[in-house]
């Protein structure tokens, strides 16, 4: 639609007016080939005219797509909108050819200061990202920072079904992204000036731009920068903007009416910047309004130069074989041919993604979805992450953010991935420091995994993903500090300040110690502290001590000073110990149980804690030995935190076996309610503590269970079968199936199994030294023994069990 056909105000040729659609890379070709034809002298752009003074960045050779335009308010950096673009974006093609031809570009949308300070109470959309807990954005044609729905048709679908396809997607595919330049005819400007006829019969059946008229005031603000650059420029003007918009702009309307409509806007200071991007942040199934569905796709058909299926294919091929999946030249061949029949098929003028998808699912699948589901992530969607030049605008925490990640050499990427740290090593600690840090300051980009390879507390293991919406956080989080050391101390202070309980004070102690913020530590501690004196609730104390214990022990081995710290968790564990009887006295079910992950918190806490702990606090574990003690012969405490005393006694050898078996029979003692029998051994050899080992290698325990679930009465085995099951479940099928073979045979064959000798492999009256000692190789490379190692100390395999590895 050129502007020589349609006078513009004053005589003037009328503008350029180039509707498209955001992120297509059709449209990207059409805008370029147009660009090329019209050689306009302003490029006006759909986006916040406040971004204007970043246009130049866009052709810093640092700058890599997909990026996104950030608008935040200043007073509130949450409140943020976006304006994501592509290579393959209309609107990025516009600006970089701008750029290359020395013509001045502009954006001409509605300035986010007001957009962002426009909240309306009717925005449902907003209302339903909160409620959703999403991130509200906005995409190049609705940069409201809260993607309102709209109430109109979708334009795509009612394009669609009056040309009689269901499909809209396939539709815009088959008319717009799978045409050459500027179409068949030769004519540039023909594909704008059909869509242009499109939408302005499909707007003529709508009253409003939007569900509350915000198009109407975009579209007034749009149009008179349009004719301010008309008197600007005698070369002409081209307007890139989305192609709803399209008959507004064209619409003759006074520039007082347009004025009238902007009058009283609210309005709020904002800043702009560019922040990388990620394709899978422009996909639908990311989250954004104005996404696809297929980003990798779009960049593949608008940067292939020909042949585009055969060279989607080929990557297909390479990414299943990197994969380890068989995949020759001979299935990309085949391939091919399917994808180019099924579109002749389904009567469309190139094969499309369905096709090809089904070409891949059939050749090179083999009618699998599982290796088609690896594509889709990787190809269809992609982990593409873009770049931004180092000069452009940040807060000075972003500035001190991209500065330790450079030191560090750990770059932000798109893709999850597995960062494993050996905090022996200086770069690795520093690494985790500013992981925990970021942390934190609500900056997930790493989440902590458990450790593959050690279970010591000098390794860790992250997941990292950088997502486009950190870089508002880390904004969020700059008025906490210009650094990241500053910021995570300060939050670090407010946030003990405000904890609800001492359970979250701890948690945070835990985290400054593995974030090293040592100047925040020592208020944090005084409020533990304080917290600690008043707290008298022992699930609240022993829901504390773990976090503690864990702190102390990660603080060795970052070589922290934790003696205050070791304080409070020695005075903390003494008042757990004095306390906790009385708590665990007539509980129901659902406390019992609670209370018993109390214990087993406590009981691992104190064996991290030791025995000195803190000056005046020595002797911790021998005062629990005694608290677990009297909890194993009190009656009033319920039978599952009777049951697991007994068994924390046995397993630490504190308790003989001869003694545990006697406490197992008098709580399975016919005067014992079955309930409360059950309740004893699910603590004693339930909640995943090896106690089927235990009965597998103890007969006379299993035959004190045995005797006693025989000898239940009928009426009450169906009240304690679930409790039963749920305790033997968790037992390992090896470990179950050995049992059953055991309870198989019978009292009497376990008896000859035990005193007579080798009735099930594994079971002896005496060790095989000769099968130990086969062991002793390896167990002396273990130790770092020489070859030698038996010779010189001696060791064979009775005395195996004396060396202290």
């Given amino acids: 639609m050129t502007g020589t056909d349609r006078g513009g105000p004053g005589g003037a040729p009328g503008p350029l007016l180039l509707g498209v659609r955001h992120h297509g890379p059709g449209s990207a070709r059409a805008v370029r080939a147009a660009l090329e034809t019209a050689r306009p002298g302003v490029v006006l752009i759909e986006g916040p005219p406040e971004a204007d003074a970043l246009i130049p960045l866009a052709a810093d050779e640092d700058m890599r797509p997909p990026v996104a335009l950030l608008a935040h308010a200043v007073d509130e950096p949450g409140r943020s909108a976006f304006w994501p673009l592509a290579e393959f974006s ?53 940069p409201s920072g809260a993607s309102a729905p709209e109430v109109r048709v979708d334009p795509l679908a009612a394009l669609a079904g009056a040309a009689g396809h269901d499909d809209p997607e396939r539709w815009w595919e088959d008319v717009v992204e799978h045409r050459g330049h500027g179409g068949g005819d030769g004519d540039a400007l023909a594909p704008f000036t059909a869509l242009e006829e499109a939408m302005g019969a499909l707007r003529e059946t709508e009253e409003r731009g939007g569900d509350d008229g915000r198009d109407l005031v975009r579209e007034a603000y749009m149009r008179l920068q349009v004719r301010a650059a008309q008197r600007e420029s005698a070369r ?61 796709w779009y960049a593949h058909l608008f940067g292939a130069a020909d042949r585009p299926v055969e060279r989607w294919l080929t990557k297909v091929a390479g990414l299943l074989r990197d994969e380890g999946r068989t995949v020759s030249s001979a299935h990309v061949i085949e391939a091919v041919r399917l994808a180019g029949t099924l579109a002749v098929l389904r009567g469309r003028p190139l094969a499309g993604l369905g096709e090809t998808t089904d070409a ?32 452009a605008p940040a807060v000075p925490l972003q500035r001190d953010l991209a500065r330790v990640q450079r030191r560090l050499r750990l770059k932000p990427e798109a893709r ?85 309980d001492l359970a979250e004070v701890t948690a945070l102690a835990e985290r400054c110690l593995s974030a090293e913020l040592t100047d925040a530590l020592t208020p944090v501690m005084r409020i533990l502290a304080d917290r600690a004196a008043l707290d008298t609730d022992v699930g609240h ?29 020695a005075g903390l564990a003494e008042r757990v110990f004095v306390g906790l009887p009385a708590a665990c006295a007539a509980l129901d079910a659902d406390a019992a149980d609670e209370m018993r992950g109390h214990v087993d918190a406590v009981h691992a806490a104190v064996g991290l804690l030791g025995d000195t702990s803190a000056p005046g606090h020595g002797g911790l574990r021998s005062r629990w030995r005694g608290v677990l003690r009297t909890l194993s012969t009190r009656d009033i405490v319920p039978g599952v935190v009777r049951g697991r005393a007994v068994r924390l006694l046995l397993d ?76 033997f479940a968790a037992y390992e099928p090896g470990v179950r199936r050995s049992l059953g073979e055991l309870v198989r045979r019978g009292p009497e064959a376990r008896g000859r199994v035990t005193t007579a000798g ?15 000692d086969a062991v002793l190789p390896v167990v002396r490379l273990l130790l770092g023994l020489e070859g030698n190692a038996q010779a010189r100390t001696g060791l064979d395999g009775n005395d195996l069990v004396g060396v202290d590895a």
Avoid at 360 to 371: F, H, L, Y
Avoid at 675 to 697: K, N, P, Q, R, T
């Fill in 90 to 142: 209309p609107e990025w093609v516009a600006l970089r050819w701008a750029l290359e031809h020395d013509v001045p570009a502009r954006f001409i949308d509605l300035p986010a200061a007001h957009s962002l300070a426009w909240r309306s109470e009717e925005d449902t959309a907003g209302e339903d990202a909160a409620r959703a807990g999403e991130e509200p954005e906005a995409g190049p044609g609705d």
């Fill in 236 to 296: 002409g003007v081209a307007v890139v903007c989305g192609a709803w918009h399209v008959p507004a702009l064209r619409r003759k309307v006074t520039a007082t009416a347009d004025r009238a409509l902007l009058k009283g806007l609210p309005r709020t200071k904002v800043d702009l910047t560019w922040v990388p991007w990620t394709y899978r942040r422009l996909s639908r199934s990311g989250g954004y309004g104005a996404g696809i569905e297929s980003p990798g």
């Fill in 360 to 391: 891949v699912r059939a050749v090179m699948c083999d009618g699998s979805d599982v290796p088609l589901a690896l594509v889709r992530d990787r190809l269809v969607v992609g982990d593409v992450l873009g770049e931004v030049p180092a000069g």
């Fill in 416 to 500: 999850r991935r597995e960062l494993e740290l050996d905090l022996r090593k200086d770069t690795d600690a520093s690494r985790s420091r500013l992981l925990h840090r970021l942390r934190l300051l609500g900056v997930g980009w790493g989440e902590p995994a458990a450790s593959r390879g050690s279970t010591g507390t000098f390794r860790e293991t992250w997941r990292l993903r950088w997502e486009p919406e950190l870089s508002v956080r880390v904004a969020e989080a700059g008025v906490w500090g210009t650094t990241v050391l500053a910021a995570a101390t300060a939050k670090a202070e407010a946030d003990a300040v405000t904890a609800r």
């Fill in 541 to 569: 104390l022993a829901r504390a001590l773990p976090a503690l214990a864990r702190s102390l022990r990660y603080g060795d081995v970052r070589g922290t000073d934790t003696g205050a710290l070791a304080e409070v968790a």
């Fill in 652 to 727: 630490d050898g504190v308790l003989a076996a001869d003694e545990a078996a006697r406490f197992m029979g008098l709580a399975l003692s016919r005067g014992t309610p079955p309930a409360d029998a059950a309740a004893w051994i699910e603590g004693f050899v339930g909640g995943g503590s090896g106690g089927g080992l235990l009965l597998l290698h103890d007969e006379r325990l299993l035959a004190l269970v045995d005797a006693w679930l025989t000898g239940v009465a009928a009426e009450a085995f169906t009240e304690v079968l679930p409790l039963l099951r749920r305790t």
């Fill in 758 to 772: 080798p009735g099930i492999p594994g079971f002896a009256a005496d060790l095989d030294t000769e099968r130990a």
